[in-house]
């Protein structure tokens, strides 16, 4: 059983459509992340929910809409798809904040614009 | 803000050490490392929080200088598996504090 789940693991589209992420966790945590890794491999985090309440919320473009609809699933709705939306988006999970304890990152959703 | 990481490669021969370094700007309350191997996820290693405690598992390990906001990873009689790239990621102290990634460290193990 998958820990943290991530579906699609790739999407090709055009610029300008418009796409989804889906993420669930199986491990009862309360905490869950958006994070972007773009191509230098340099990993961001976008947004970070906790029982469902948007906590973190970076400096994203507002055609990125998070939305959690329980503790165990986050969804990542990108308007408008752009050439530079093109990276590898990480859902991950953790028991608490996060700041002291593990995170378990999902396999990755590579989006690629063209 | 992004803490930076030192160096950015490091080239191995099976059974050598490494020591990569993770430093911060700003106050810390806990350090992780993480590796991920090309094309996976990132896994978590270790953790550390503030205290200047010293953490291990197996041959890897870790220092937290809270002092100097530094901290290091120390890779002792390294193995292939050890290959992949090592993140370093840092919060603050407050309840609902971000962890922010350093830009990463390549380490390479060669037979």
């Known amino acids: 059983d998958t820990a943290v789940s991530q579906t699609p693991k790739y999407l090709v589209t055009q610029m300008g459509n418009d796409k989804s992420i889906k993420c669930e966790q199986n491990l009862g945590h309360d905490t869950m992340y958006w994070y972007k890794q773009d191509s230098k491999k340099f990993l961001k985090i976008m947004f970070s929910y906790n029982n469902k309440e948007l906590i973190i919320n970076e400096t994203v473009p507002n055609r990125f809409s998070p939305k959690s609809p329980d503790k165990a699933h986050l969804n990542l709705h990108i308007n408008s798809l752009e050439l530079g939306d093109s990276a590898v988006y990480f859902c991950?999970?953790?028991?608490?904040?996060?700041?002291?304890?593990?995170?378990?990152f999902g396999e990755g959703s590579r989006l690629t614009v063209l | 803000q992004q803490p930076v990481q030192s160096p950015q490669a490091v080239i191995l021969r099976e059974g050598e050490d490494a020591v990569i370094n993770c430093s911060s700007s700003k106050a810390l309350y806990s350090v992780h490392w993480y590796r991920q191997k090309h094309g996976e996820a990132p896994v978590f290693l270790m953790i550390l929080l503030k205290g200047g405690e010293q953490k291990g598992h197996e041959k890897i390990s870790a220092s937290f200088n809270e002092k100097k906001q530094q901290s290091s990873l120390y890779l002792t009689a390294s193995q292939l598996s050890y290959s992949g790239t090592y993140f370093c990621?840092?919060?603050?102290?407050?309840?609902?504090?971000?962890?922010?990634f350093g830009q990463g460290t390549i380490l390479t193990v060669h037979p």
């Open positions: 990621g840092t919060a603050g102290g407050t309840s609902y504090g971000k962890l922010t």
């Open positions: 991950a999970s953790s028991l608490g904040t996060g700041v002291t304890g593990e995170l378990f």
